[in-house]
Structure formats: structure tokens, C-alpha cells
């Protein structure tokens, strides 16, 4: 079976300061990968997505980027952090061997960012 | 533009009773329906889907219905119980697109007992 990893579970960050989160997944190859995020009282925000190692998407302009050094591993970093990127980050994946449609994501434990 | 819209953000049900989410969207192109339910400080986890071939999909307590005219999709969950109290998001997509799902604001259901 699959399983997807997201570390660390909580994090808090002065504003300016360096972030690196990551994701990886066990039990499948060359998933696609995803980084959401979701600011409180919101719906879920695609970030980035990669459809295999070194191919990154970007969905909207941001002070975030994204990396996949490997074919399960999704990195989300930013340089210097602002209040704005405070939010619980999701890491998804889908693909085949997922048991369903290649369409289903499936979602990490998440990562609660707090800037301040 | 929101492709998705979830129109209430909460909804409150009797124990036992049917839940009813709602769902619309505006892109024409979208051929693959989900729904995702979703605890605080957890992750989304997948509970059910439709192609846009069928109208209907059921898995256990949980139906979805489709209705590709209207753009509009429903989760119903009979019966409901407390553990169903959670945010609901539906989410839609292109089957031959590069598999970006596009979610609604969701829904907040709470089960009263």
C-alpha cells in the first residue's frame, strides 16, 4: 500500500527566515506530486504540482517555490517567509497504484506554518 | 474565477437524518467528479467519485449524484452519524488534463445528536 509522509507537523517561523518542508511517498513510482496550501477559513490552494523529477508547475506567483530531487520526494521552500504564507500546507499525490482512478489525490497529514 | 463553488460553508444535520452537500461548477471540460472529507489539522481523505458518464455513484451511506446539465453535484450521506462532522470538499477535474484537481470552499457539516 501507499503511504505519503509530511514533516514536520508544526512550524513557526519568524518573518524573513528560510522554510523548507518536506513530502515523500512510499508504495508507488513516478506519482504525480503536489504542494496545497490552505489559509484559515479557506478552501485548498494548488501551489505546485510535478509530473516527475525536476518538472515543476507553478499555479500561482508567489514567495514560494518547489523542488523534486527524487521521484518521491516534493520539497516546498521559500527564501524569506512573510506573515501571508501562514497556512496549513498539504502535500498530495496521485497516480497509478493508488487502488482507485489515476485521478484521486491522496493527502499528507499536512504542516501548520506559523509566521510571525 | 471560482470553477467550483460550494454555496454554504456550513450545514448542521440531526443524527440519523440525511445530509445534503452541495456542489456546482462552471467549466464544461471537467469530466471527473470527488468529494473529500476533512478533519481540523488533518489531511483531505478521499471518500467518493464520479465519472461524468454516470449520474450516480453509491458507497455505503455516501451517494454522490451528477447531474451534468445543471453543473451541479450532491453528496448524500445516509445516515448521518456524529463522526461524519467534518469540512466536505468537492473537487473536479479533467480526465485527460494533468490531473489538477480544482476544489471547492467547502462545506462544514456538523451532526447534532
Known amino acids: 500500500s501507499q503511504t505519503i509522509h509530511q514533516w514536520p507537523a508544526t512550524l513557526v517561523q519568524p518573518v524573513g527566515s528560510p522554510l523548507s518542508l518536506e513530502c515523500t511517498v512510499e508504495?508507488?513510482?513516478?506519482?504525480?506530486l503536489y504542494w496545497y496550501r490552505q489559509a484559515a477559513g479557506r478552501g485548498l490552494q494548488l501551489l505546485f504540482y510535478?509530473?516527475?523529477?525536476g518538472q515543476i508547475s507553478s499555479e500561482v506567483p508567489q514567495n514560494l517555490s518547489a523542488s523534486r530531487p527524487q521521484d518521491r520526494q516534493f520539497i516546498l521552500s521559500s527564501k524569506k517567509l512573510l506573515l501571508s504564507d501562514s497556512g496549513f500546507y498539504l502535500c498530495?499525490?496521485?497516480?497509478w497504484g493508488s487502488g482507485g482512478s489515476y485521478n484521486e489525490q491522496f493527502f499528507g497529514p499536512g504542516t501548520r506554518l506559523t509566521v510571525l | 474565477d471560482q470553477q467550483v463553488k460550494q454555496n454554504s460553508p456550513s450545514l448542521s444535520v440531526q443524527e440519523g437524518r440525511i445530509s445534503i452537500l452541495n456542489c456546482d461548477y462552471t467549466n464544461s471540460m471537467f469530466d471527473y467528479f470527488l468529494w473529500y472529507k476533512k478533519y481540523p489539522a488533518e489531511g483531505p481523505t478521499f471518500l467518493i467519485s464520479?465519472?461524468?458518464?454516470?449520474d450516480k455513484n453509491e458507497d455505503g451511506r455516501f451517494t454522490v449524484f451528477l447531474n451534468k446539465s445543471a453543473k451541479h453535484l450532491s453528496l448524500h450521506i445516509v445516515p448521518s452519524q456524529p463522526g461524519d462532522s467534518a469540512v466536505y470538499f468537492c473537487a473536479a477535474d479533467i480526465i485527460q488534463g494533468a490531473q489538477k484537481l480544482v476544489f471547492g470552499q467547502g462545506t462544514r457539516l456538523t451532526i447534532n445528536p
Open positions: 510535478s509530473v516527475g523529477i
Open positions: 464520479i465519472s461524468s458518464i454516470k
Open positions: 508504495g508507488t513510482s513516478n506519482p504525480n
Open positions: 498530495a499525490w496521485s497516480g
